[in-house]
């Protein structure tokens, strides 16, 4: 996409010109010259590529924070920044809370049903009110409490998510679909009061390092012995730089990324000889009173309301779709729904997989999983289920990758890997650790190569201009995939809940780094972006970083319906109970 410039001309250049040409047998010199700054004005100043030919704003401070970060410094247009900050403003209190009973409480917070029925029927909505007060019981004047609200049904494993919607003077409304036959609740959990997401959103934007990492150095020593030390390492990132002042480190900066990384300089080696990474401590910036605000009776904690029981009557209405799964559709919300335990895409039309249907699928794939712990699930998934498939000894650490599975009856090829630091993984070889752009750059592509990357979790711990950075590099090398050879299936896997509600693991960070993937990958064409945010936050099972084998086998169905979608059949989906079973009423 171009968009006009609004930056200066090149004017003083053309000056020069006419400077040059005054001599006429230098005329059509001139007139070439002439041309060439009008397309040099052309290029630079009349048009530019918006995401990757971005002009130089100027410096926006962060807050809270000595350093200056720029959208140029991210990789981005100036344009973008403005749109990214708007998807991910989130109200916070317009005062420093310093006094508990201020905050919100999740035993004073209430939600009601508006309009109650005595019955509805599959395919309307229910519209629920929320109500934050204080420890006082007073109305709550301004918002942003994190609340999670779904509908469910325990006996049917059924269950649908609702967006929460903030009117910004302590009240709150969900407008929750009735998708399938038989009862139904409501449940509304408070996950962060509004002076909670103040701190989240303090911490996240200065420079304070939350998590720290480890740098192994090894090397010869005297006698034929061998030195090892083991360092502080970090990211570096901002225009002070280093979380350790003066000359004390070592930096490795990656060629094509400029991603730079510090590790304290060792005491007897060089740095060249550092060999292995690892998770290090986490710090924890909370005073006391931020801490208190944290408590579990705080946290992610279910509120009163109505408990009435919704009854739900069969419809002649659709719900769901018959279209097939492809790149470039849009995420509704709800994005789909449980019932009996299996997932229901509103996006496109998904199936259950067999094994047999699964290598029927993937034949003659090459996969590339990339990211973090809930991709090598995937590929964990795939090798106990794909009849035949091996994993090939790499001899590397079967939690740490890189991986690698075959099956050769059917041409299959699975590898995973983790993404480069920072990464919160127990030591691994350093060179094992690659930037997820950098590898995308060095695949060939084509109809057999299927790509999936997800980048989340271990990136809450860092400023999200840098978050902002990584994810332009990853846009960068997607894009020049696709150029080189469109029919590559590349898919983002969506960040899910965690079972951490704190200040290091906070599902609201990753619900801010999922909005920024959305938002810098909305306009890309050929990219899937598999939504499992509202799969894990609704389901009944407690929430976990790594998301139950239920709920991966959901996700893999969804890959794998985005993969070969020729492999499954259309289905309407319309539902209707018979003797207490679920039965299709129409099926092509």
Same mark, same amino acid.
């Given at each position: 996409m171009v968009m006009p410039s609004k930056k200066k001309s090149n004017a003083p250049v053309c000056r020069l010109c006419s400077l040059i040409?005054?001599?006429? *047998?230098?005329?059509?010199?001139?007139?070439?010259?002439?041309?060439?700054?009008? *397309?040099?004005?052309?290029?630079? /100043?009349? !048009?530019? !590529?918006?995401?990757?030919?971005?002009?130089?704003?100027?410096?926006?401070?962060?807050?809270?924070?000595?350093?200056?970060?720029? *959208?140029? $410094?991210?990789?981005? @247009? $100036?344009?973008?920044?403005?749109?990214? +900050?708007?998807?991910? /403003?989130?109200? =916070?209190?317009? +005062?420093?809370? =310093?006094?508990?009973? +201020?905050?919100?409480?999740?035993?004073?917070?209430?939600? @009601?049903?508006?309009?109650?029925?005595?019955?509805?029927?599959?395919?309307?909505?229910? @519209?629920?009110?929320?109500? *934050?007060?204080?420890? &006082?019981? &007073?109305?709550?004047?301004?918002g942003g409490d994190f609340f999670k609200a779904k509908l469910f049904n325990a006996e049917l494993k059924a269950s649908v998510y609702g967006e929460v919607l903030d009117h910004h003077n302590g009240t709150y409304s969900v407008a929750l679909l009735l998708p399938w036959e038989g009862q139904a609740q409501v449940s509304v959990r408070l996950e962060h009061s509004s002076e909670v997401v103040q701190i989240l959103k303090k911490y996240r934007d200065s420079s304070f390092p939350r998590s720290h990492y480890n740098g192994y150095f090894e090397g010869p020593g005297l006698n034929k012995t061998k030195i090892h030390e083991v360092v502080e390492c970090n990211l570096k990132w901002g225009a002070d730089g280093s979380w350790r002042k003066g000359d004390c480190c070592c930096e490795y900066k990656d060629i094509k990324t400029g991603t730079v990384w510090q590790c304290e300089r060792p005491k007897e080696l060089s740095c060249d000889q550092l060999v292995h990474h690892s998770y290090g401590h986490l710090e924890d910036p909370l005073n006391l009173f931020e801490q208190q605000l944290f408590t579990k009776n705080l946290t992610n904690v279910a509120i009163r309301g109505d408990k009435k029981v919704i009854t739900v009557l069969r419809s002649t209405a659709l719900i769901g779709t018959m279209e097939k799964c492809r790149s470039g559709m849009k995420t509704p919300v709800p994005a789909g729904f449980y019932l009996y335990d299996v997932w229901k895409s509103f996006v496109c039309n998904t199936r259950q997989f067999s094994p047999a249907q699964m290598a029927n699928c993937l034949k003659n794939k090459t996969v590339y999983l990339m990211g973090d712990s809930t991709t090598r699930q995937w590929f964990e998934y795939l090798e106990r289920n794909v009849p035949g498939i091996k994993r090939m000894d790499l001899h590397t650490p079967p939690a740490n990758g890189p991986l690698m599975a075959v099956e050769l009856k059917n041409n299959i090829i699975v590898h995973w890997r983790p993404h480069g630091v920072p990464v919160r993984f127990s030591k691994m070889p350093i060179t094992d650790l690659h930037y997820i752009s950098n590898d995308i750059d060095e695949i060939a592509g084509g109809p057999h190569a299927v790509i999936v990357f997800t980048f989340f979790a271990h990136l809450v711990f860092h400023p999200i201009t840098f978050y902002v950075y990584e994810v332009a590099k990853i846009r960068q090398s997607v894009v020049a995939l696709l150029r080189r050879a469109p029919e590559t299936t590349i898919i983002i896997k969506s960040g899910n809940t965690a079972g951490l509600k704190n200040i290091f693991q906070s599902d609201w960070h990753v619900l801010q780094l999922d909005t920024v993937m959305r938002e810098m990958f909305r306009d890309i064409d050929g990219v899937i972006f598999l939504d499992v945010w509202q799969m894990t936050s609704c389901h009944y099972l407690r929430e976990h970083i790594h998301p139950r084998p239920v709920i991966i086998s959901n996700e893999i169905n969804m890959f794998l319906s985005h993969v070969s979608p020729s492999c499954g059949l259309f289905k309407l989906i319309l539902f209707h109970k018979e003797n207490g079973k679920l039965n299709w009423l129409s099926e092509g």
């Open positions: 040409c005054r001599p006429y *047998a230098l005329l059509q010199a001139c007139f070439l010259w002439t041309l060439f700054c009008l *397309a040099l004005w052309t290029l630079t /100043d009349g !048009i530019h !590529i918006k995401i990757f030919q971005p002009t130089r704003p100027e410096p926006v401070p962060c807050n809270n924070s000595s350093s200056i970060i720029s *959208a140029f $410094d991210m990789g981005i @247009s $100036d344009e973008e920044w403005e749109r990214l +900050q708007k998807a991910i /403003d989130w109200p =916070i209190p317009d +005062q420093e809370i =310093i006094n508990l009973n +201020q905050s919100t409480s999740p035993v004073h917070s209430t939600f @009601s049903i508006v309009g109650f029925k005595e019955s509805y029927k599959v395919g309307e909505k229910i @519209s629920v009110i929320i109500t *934050a007060r204080d420890h &006082n019981k &007073n109305l709550k004047r301004y």
